[in-house]
């Protein structure tokens, strides 16, 4: 039985008719008090009409001591429990038979739609991009692994004025070859000298734009086409970064997507009382909820970002009915965000809305920005990565595929190993380190058991038992049974840094025992007993990493 439940248990005898759900066994902070310490009984002790100390001590005396080798009431009323290696060996055992690696299918029959990435349309992604590109893909591997079925949407922003000033430069700024060979370079530069005219005295060009736009909004058949070649040539860029990047979506719907169904969205909030004119726009007023006014309809009768995503919102819960959709985006959207999920839930839209806002990200302790000259493409950082991973690798006879998933993993590790909503700066030589905690790093642990088990000839699964004896051995056998644990918090908090921080300790625990425990050169047994433990954290590792989208080759 899980600890848990052993405890739950305990606690339903020493409590009867006492509600003490969500009882848990957590990891001691310091291995001298033991290996796990249950809070609950402080917890329950006033519901029980008792001291907190008399409830621990009844819970430790109901307790099934079949597991433990020793229990003890500390403190206020914390119950301190050493396991013994019949139940941890036990619990090894279960763990390594799931093909999940005992990660629960929580997500099981349920349905996400995730949005992130969704860069702007028309322009080269560059660093600036690769928080919501990193995290996003993180989440959305981490719910699949938790069972989740996930629908990855690339909300791009494909629609607004700059189509205007696209439509007027590529007519009238661009050579014929350009326009035949068009890339998204191309466009970001006939976008840069077209804006510069639009700012010309006269107005004459601004006109042209604006011009240009109407043209398209009233879906003129000639700039339709060229807006839709703008967009499949600014696709196929962005999919050749996410192809280095091993990021795949399901869809790629812009805010475009979304035109037709704006005006009846718009109109349902005023029949519903909700969006009220002011200043010849449509707002809501959200001051009630501290959050100002959302503009729904501007007043030249244009829509806004608020109001494709309240589109947006409504399309998939109407296609996908998903438990619940996930934006993954900069935190100065925060107040964005905050306002249309207060709408929708002013509308009773009928799923739950979760943004996911990440920090700022500074370029080597510098801010990103067109003036620092540091507004890398994302592009060349990549290749800057692969050219940086494969110094380190061709020494040691590694290849470029070998520099990639070195160095595409090291950049991807570098933001996921923070808390998403801290600001990070990307620093090569942190990313690249192989000490520290570190892509790399996890990666050259994970190649270290891949060889240790080559020598041994065996891959681990040979029918011993895990049976745990030393120091380092136990630690590391309870450090692997955090694993489930770490991926369901990971995916609670859309915060795969959770999971990061497991995979680093993990690996420290496993380098402890490593140093100070003989494997290969153990005997009988316990030779294999270690063996199964190691080949135990490889597979962890590997899947551990996988959830981060970061490559694990065998060999480095
Ligand atoms: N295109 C937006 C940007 O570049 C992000 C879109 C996020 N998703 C959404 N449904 N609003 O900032």
Redesign the pocket.
Known sequence: MTLDGILAEAFAKAFPGIETGGVRALPATDPKFGDYQCNDALRLSKKAGMKPREAAEKVAAALDRAAFSKVEVAGPGFLNLTVNDAWLDGALARISASPSLGVKQTGAGRKVVI?YS???AAKQMHIGHIRSTVIGNAIDRIYRAIGYEVVADN???DWGTQFGILIKGYRDCLTQEERDRLTVATLEKCYVLSAAKAKEEDGVWKDACRAELVKLQQGDPENLALWRRFIDISIGEFERMYARLGIKFDTYRGESYYNAAMPGVVERLVSAGLAKESEGALVVDLSSENLGVAIVRKSDGGYN?TTS?LA?VESRVAEYAPEKII?V?DDR?KLHFAQFFAICAKTGVKTTLVHVPFGLMSYQGKAISTREGNLVRLDDLLSEARRRAFEIVKERGGDERLAEEIGYGAVKYADLSHDPATAIDFDWDKALALEGNSGPYLQYAYARVCSLMDKAGCDGSAPAPFAPRTVHERRLALALLEFPGAVARAAAAYKPYVLAEWLFQTSQAYSAFYQNTPVLKSEGTTRLSRLRLCGLFGDMLAKGLHMLGIETPRRI
């Open positions: 949005d969704s860069p702007n909300h791009l922003g970002y995503d947006c934006y985006t959207q």
